[in-house]
């Protein structure tokens, strides 16, 4: 009789360019575990269907991207205290038959500057945060976790910085793109998730002279790996943390939600996928 391996996967549209089949590929492999994961390209009208019969689609849970992570939240069973809090799940697994969901990306987040800036939120009170779209959510969670109370949230349509600011609280205040150079005095942090930077996108231009030398400024675009923003607060003496750390973290409880062990984001998965994201593998 063969052997059921645990199967699980990402869902999304479109889905060819997510790397995550590398980072669970990879830890399977390093742990010598038997399993699979795998890319699902679901259109959006098919996601409920297909999220209700996951299970017969061989999987025991499953990774959720763009344009899903709300459709998801609202499908479980049972959600985490951050999805409840974003109204928004990436992460999906079965206990028994009750479905769980999660939200990593704020985990991820945090992880990676844990990892690569210990200690970078001692002295934590203000953080300037561009940009107001998905992601940014998630940063706002995890920077108020870590004891953050001023956030600017500085974005070009003004709209939706308003409408964060009150879904997460006074500590968020919505500011104008025009008011961003007199909001980076006195930042602790600053954050870019706008897609400003991006490959393919036009780039991050802002003047960072009022900003303190101490500050951490951290991107969550991570191709490049060293963004412009990144590569000039470099040069004027900020410490800096790439976004690849927050993709390799947010992983983690997935994988030993589905396939029972804790994986360890190694320096090897590191240079794995900046390898594919400078081109250098296929
Ligand atoms: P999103 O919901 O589409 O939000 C995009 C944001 O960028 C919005 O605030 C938008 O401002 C702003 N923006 C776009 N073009 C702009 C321009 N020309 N000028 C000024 N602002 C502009 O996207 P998202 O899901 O939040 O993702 C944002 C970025 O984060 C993406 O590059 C994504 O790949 C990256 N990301 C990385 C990770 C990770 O694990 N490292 C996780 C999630 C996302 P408006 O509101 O004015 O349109």
Redesign the pocket.
């Known amino acids: 009789m063969s052997e059921i391996m645990p199967a699980a996967c990402v869902i999304g549209h479109p889905i060819a360019h997510s790397r995550s089949p590398m980072i669970h590929g990879y830890w399977l492999n390093q742990l010598g575990l038997k399993g699979h994961y795998n890319r699902e390209d679901v259109l959006p009208e098919n996601f409920a269907e297909f999220v209700r019969s996951l299970r017969d689609h061989g999987y025991v849970g499953c990774n959720v991207t ?1 344009p899903h992570k709300e459709a998801a939240f609202r499908l479980l069973d049972r959600a985490s205290a951050r999805a409840q809090h974003l109204q928004v799940a990436n992460t999906l697994w079965f206990e028994g038959d009750v479905l769980c969901g999660d939200n990593t ?1 704020v985990e ?1 987040f945090i992880a990676n500057l844990d990892d690569r800036a210990p200690h970078w939120d001692t002295h934590l009170k203000k953080a300037v945060i561009l ?6 959510a998630s940063i706002i969670v995890g920077l108020q976790e870590r004891g953050a109370t001023d956030i600017r949230l500085v ?3 003004i709209e ?1 910085a308003e409408i964060l600011a009150h879904r997460f609280g006074p500590t968020v205040h919505p500011t104008p ?1 025009s008011d961003l150079h007199q909001s980076l005095t006195d930042a602790d942090i600053l954050v870019n ?4 930077g ?1 490959k393919g ?2 780039e991050l231009d802002i003047d960072l002279d009022p900003l303190p030398r101490k500050a951490l400024v951290t991107d ?3 191709v490049p790996l060293e963004t412009g923003l990144l590569r000039q607060a470099k040069q004027r003496g900020n410490p800096i943390v790439d ?2 750390g ?2 390799l973290f ?1 992983a983690v409880p997935g994988f030993e939600h589905w396939f029972g062990q804790r994986p360890t984001v190694t320096k090897e998965l590191r240079s794995l996928i900046e390898d594919h994201i400078r081109g250098v593998t296929p």
């Open positions: 763009l990306d991820g940009g107001a779209g998905g992601a940014a974005n070009r349509t939706k793109w998730t706008t897609s400003l991006m996108q036009a969550i675009v991570y976004g690849l927050m993709l947010q």
